[in-house]
């Protein structure tokens, strides 16, 4: 059973363009989520996290949407650069005690110059 | 500014034959992971240690055994590696608690023939 459930799997953005990647979840037991971003041949790294209680967390060119009602969340990239280009997972976790986090499948973005 | 350190990078191994994947953090963290991941599938947790003394199973744990040798390091060993295991894998660690940051090891490329 598939916890967290994210889309496109791949995803060609023009520069300049806006990148927009989804993820849905089932546990309402999840109220932390992350993105993690990962350059070929390197391991994943935090990119920007939120929690329930706020709708939008923005951090430079990067935003999470949340929608708690609708069990989604989103990672919106404005102003997309070939820089970006890399694989994005979303991921989620419970807060209470101790929580592993459980990880989407993926989407592969390659801006275009 | 190591992080997390895991080797080795590159392995081949044949059908049936062992190795231990070694895995190190001088972040001070209390818990430690292993990942696996494949086309398609993102990161799937093999075993985790939520603190030194502690281990427990994730999402895949057939074929692999780990050990907490102390709170810096987390093996993972595969006793009769077989072609499905195939993969690349990761390391990681993090302090204690749900919504800590996951810090990843650049990866070991493994490789069953």
């Known amino acids: 059973q598939q916890q967290v459930k994210q889309s496109p799997q791949s995803l060609i953005v023009q520069k300049g363009g806006i990148s927009i990647i989804n993820c849905a979840y089932e546990n309402t037991a999840f109220d932390y989520f992350p993105w993690y971003q990962q350059f070929p041949g390197k391991g994943p790294a935090l990119l920007i996290a939120i929690r329930p209680d706020v709708s939008e967390k923005k951090e430079g060119r990067f935003t999470i949407s949340f929608n708690k009602s609708a069990k989604q969340f989103s990672l919106h990239i404005m102003d997309s650069q070939p820089g970006d280009s890399a694989t994005y997972f979303c991921?989620?976790?419970?807060?209470?005690?101790?929580?592993?986090?459980?990880f989407g499948k993926g989407t592969m973005l390659l801006v275009s110059p | 500014n190591a992080g997390v350190t895991q080797t080795p990078k590159f392995q081949v191994l044949k059908t049936g034959q062992s190795m231990t994947l070694q895995c190190a953090q001088d972040?001070?963290?209390?818990?430690m992971y292993w990942y696996r991941q494949d086309p398609g599938m993102g990161l799937r947790l093999i075993y985790y240690?939520?603190?030194?003394?502690?281990?427990d199973k994730g999402e895949v744990p057939n074929g692999y055994n780990v050990s907490r040798l102390n709170k810096r390091e987390f093996s993972l060993r595969l006793e009769s590696a077989a072609p499905s295991q195939t993969s690349v894998y990761f390391c990681a660690s993090s302090a204690t608690g749900s919504g800590n940051t996951i810090y990843f090891g650049e990866g070991s490329w493994l490789t069953v023939v």
């Open positions: 240690s939520a603190s030194e003394g502690t281990t």
């Open positions: 972040m001070n963290h209390n818990s």
């Open positions: 991921a989620a976790s419970k807060g209470s005690g101790y929580s592993t986090l459980t």
